[in-house]
């Protein structure tokens, strides 16, 4: 599979602060990658790098395998970015979506082209009529796309495309981005708070924190406050008085996690578990099937706090789980990993 995209030894800094360090990232032409990760941890900075529509403090983004600098216009016609945010021109809804094909002399036929990519986005024709102050937030979301897949763009970055908009709107940005890949082979990176959606679509997700990338997921992430114990570990206490254990850190972390696999069923009473293991109570809220890790998902509710646990067929065939049910989960405090301040 060719490489499209690749990042190199970058860094990027706003008044002296990093916000995201990645050594290296390798997109490759063709697929669809997620960005997942908490609002802070660089998931629009690096798509705006991607995109080359701001110059990284360091390192060097390859395109086809060259070096290209930021602001590229051959370049850039082949990238388009959706920002979380998208400006609509106060205009029609089809000199919006034309807007980007005339600046790049291509206006064969625009009218066919307006249409097809209102059509991509669920919209009929008779939207290309109307002026930008008549569309519903999802419609307006859905018009910004079209403009870009107007273009047919090699690769199509989207930063929170689901973000604020309706069911349907979701349903028809979904719908559009696949037929992009599956028509044009359009190479797809998305940024999103909404893993499912992510799940659902990517072939791979990547997991961001305080700008850099994570081996694992976030989904089990603890901020703390962290006290010590007597017991030579740190502890932080969840709504419901439960605490959650773990090894001290080395330095000034803060922020632990426990993989998703790291939790397993409490042993019954009369098979007493090691003294190392502890605890959580929690009630089952959701079994899911995630596609990526080939594996069922479940979602307990300890206190205030989500946790996902990855589970075998048979531990839920065994356990007969559904959503409502009471569960134990046991975990060990020193397979709780510690994230990078």
Not at 201 to 216: D, H, K
Request: with cysteine; aromatic share 8%.
């Amino acid at each position: 599979m060719k490489e499209i995209l690749r990042l190199k030894q970058v860094r990027h800094s706003y008044n002296g602060r990093t916000v995201l360090t990645m050594p290296e990232l390798r997109i490759m032409s063709g697929t669809i990658t997620g960005l997942a990760g908490p609002n802070g941890s660089g998931k629009s900075t690096l798509l705006k790098i991607m995109a080359l529509t701001e110059r990284c403090s360091s390192g060097t983004v390859y395109f086809n395998g060259s070096a290209v600098a930021p602001f590229d216009k051959q370049v850039r016609h082949r990238l388009t970015l959706l920002p979380q945010a998208p400006y609509l021109l106060k205009r029609t809804v089809s000199d919006n979506i034309s807007y980007g094909l005339k600046i790049r002399n291509r206006t064969e036929d625009i009218t066919a082209a307006v249409h097809g990519a209102l059509e991509l986005v669920g919209l009929d024709a008779s939207f290309s009529n109307r002026l930008w102050f008549e569309l519903s937030g999802g419609e307006a979301r859905r018009v910004a796309l079209a403009a870009r897949l107007a273009l047919k763009p090699a690769c199509l970055l989207l930063d929170e495309p689901t973000a604020g908009v309706d069911m349907e709107s979701a349903r028809s940005i979904r719908r559009a981005v696949l037929l992009a890949r599956r028509d044009w082979g359009t190479t797809l990176v998305i940024a999103s708070h909404h893993q499912f959606w992510l799940n659902d679509i990517c072939e791979e997700l990547i997991y961001l924190y305080n700008g850099r990338r994570l081996r694992g997921s976030f989904e089990n992430i603890l901020l703390g406050p962290w006290e010590r114990t007597g017991e030579g570990l740190v502890r932080a206490q969840l709504a419901d008085g439960q605490y959650v254990y773990a090894a001290p850190p080395q330095g000034r972390e803060n922020a632990a996690v426990i993989d998703t696999g790291g939790f397993a069923p409490a042993r019954p009473q009369k098979e007493p578990a090691a003294r190392t293991i502890r605890e959580l109570r929690g009630t089952v809220t959701g079994i899911f099937q995630d596609r990526l890790q080939d594996a069922p998902r479940i979602h307990v509710i300890c206190g205030d706090h989500l946790f996902v646990v990855a589970a075998s067929d048979q531990f839920l065939r065994d356990r007969e789980l559904r959503p409502g049910q009471q569960v134990t989960l046991a975990y060990d405090p020193a397979a709780v990993s510690w994230l990078p301040a």
